[in-house]
């Protein structure tokens, strides 16, 4: 079995100085953690793998194909391969579980 503490994971991504940390991947997902500071600019460009966040931590918002939503701690958002999609007007620190299916950078 694999199992994981999110803060576990979230001191491990810090330790590492990263904004994302890779820590599981099968042959059909990946997952990572992903950090965005307060009034940071997302850098993220669209992926070619449809994915998942889960909000830890922290409040934003996400816009997604042009459509804004409001992030919070328990928030789910669905970002479909190749949507345009950015975090922005993040008010307090993200941490964000991310799933990838299939895994992160498995598709060119």
Known sequence: MDA???NDLIAQRAELGERYLDFF???E???GMYRL???EID???PHTEDE???IVRGRGQISVSGEDCPVHPGSV???AAGDVHRFHSIEEDLEMLVV?????RSRA
């Open 4 to 6: 994981w503490e999110v």
């Open 25 to 27: 991947e099968s042959a």
């Open 29 to 31: 997902l990946s997952l």
């Open 37 to 39: 500071g307060a009034g």
């Open 43 to 45: 850098p993220q460009q």
């Open 52 to 54: 998942i966040y889960y």
């Open 77 to 79: 958002v669905f970002v």
């Open 100 to 104: 990838f299916a299939p895994p992160r």
